[in-house]
C-alpha cells in the first residue's frame, strides 16, 4: 500500500502573521504545504496486529485516513445509559460480555455504568470491546493508549492484542507512544517520522514481577467495588494479595468448607483483579498459587464461580477440574437490585448458572 499526501493550509494575511514572520523571517506567501510519501507493504504477508508510531505532527492520523477513511475510531459515541445498553442491539449479552472480559474490563459493576463515569483505563477498554464488535476490517484505533497512565498502557495493550487474535480479526494501533511495541506484539511496525516498514515477529511481553503474600482483611476495601456478587468478606477468609513494584493489582481469599464426613476441603471466597491490570493472566496465577499453597498443607481447593470469564479461566486451564454443574445462585445484593432497576428484563442479575472447580496439583518431578 502507498499513500502519497500532499496538505495545504491558506494563511490569510493579518497584522498578526506578519508580525509572526518578520520576528522569525518566515515567509509562508499565504499557503503553508505538508507532503508525505508513504509505503507500506501490507499485502506481503498475512497479519493480524499492527502499529502505526510517530511523534506528534508527524502524520499519523492523516496517514491512516488516507488508507482507511471511516474505519478509523477515536472514540466510539456513548450515551449516559448503562455501557452494555450502548451496543448495537443485533448483538447478545454473551457477546457484549464476552468483548468486555476479552480486552481486561471484567467487573461488572462497570458494565452497568454510564461511560462518562469510568476511569480513561475503563473507557479506553470499553472503547476497545465496541470496536470488537465493530464488523470493520481492519479495526483501526487512532490515539491508542494516549490518555491512560503508561502502566496501564502496556496491560491494555497486551490484552488488546489477545483478544484481536482470538477473534481472528485484524487490529491497527496509530500511536505517538513507542512503549506500546513491546505489549501489542504487533506483527508489523510502521514508523511514520522515520518512513520506516519492518515485519515483526510475535514475542511474550516483557516479565512482571508478581508477588504474592498475606494481607490484611482492611486490603479489601479496595477491591471490594469491583466484585461482581456480594461485597461481604466472611470473617473466617484468609486473605491474599499479588503485588506489582510494591502496589496491589490483585486480592484472593479462601474459607474453610463445611462438610458432614471431610475435613480437608477450602473454598474460594473472593478474587477480584483491579480493572487496570485485566487481562495479563494475574487471577490464573494468582489462583494456581493458591491452589498449590493450599495443596502442601494437605488440603483440597475448590471453587464455585458464575462470572463467564472466572468460568472460561478455569475450563482452559489443566490446573483445574470440573467437578459439577452446581446450578444456579440467587443474588440478593444491593449490586443485583441496582442492576435490575437499570434495565429489567434485559439483564437477569437474580439468578446465575454457576460452576464448580477443584484445582489439580502440580506432579513433583
Known sequence: ??????????????????????????????EQTLAWDHTLPLDDRPWQVGLIVGPSGSGKSVLARKLWGDLVIEEHDWTGRPMV????????????TGAFTSVGLGSVP????????????????????????????????????SVVDRQVAKVASHATQKAVRRAGTRFIAVTCHYDVEDWLQADWIYDVAAREFRWRLVQPHPPLQLDVHECPRSLWAMFEPHHYMSGHLMSSAKCFAAYIDGRPVAFTSYRHFPHARVRDIKIGHRLVVLPDYQGLGIATVLENWLGEYLTARGYRYRNVVAHPGMIRLYSRSPRWQASNTVGAVRTSNSKAKN???LKRGHLSTRRLAVRSFQYVPQRKR
Open 1 to 30: 500500500m502507498r499513500a502519497q499526501i500532499t496538505l495545504t493550509t491558506k494563511i490569510p494575511a493579518s497584522a498578526r502573521t506578519a508580525q509572526i514572520a518578520g520576528m522569525f523571517d518566515y515567509q509562508p506567501d499565504g
Open 85 to 96: 445498553e450502548d451496543f448495537p442491539h443485533d448483538h447478545t449479552i454473551s457477546e457484549i
Open 110 to 145: 462497570a458494565w452497568l455504568r454510564p461511560y462518562g463515569v469510568l476511569s480513561n483505563g475503563e473507557k479506553f477498554r470499553a472503547n476497545m470491546a465496541r470496536s470488537l464488535l465493530s464488523g470493520a476490517d481492519p479495526i483501526v484505533v487512532d490515539e491508542f493508549t
Open 339 to 341: 442492576a435490575q432497576s
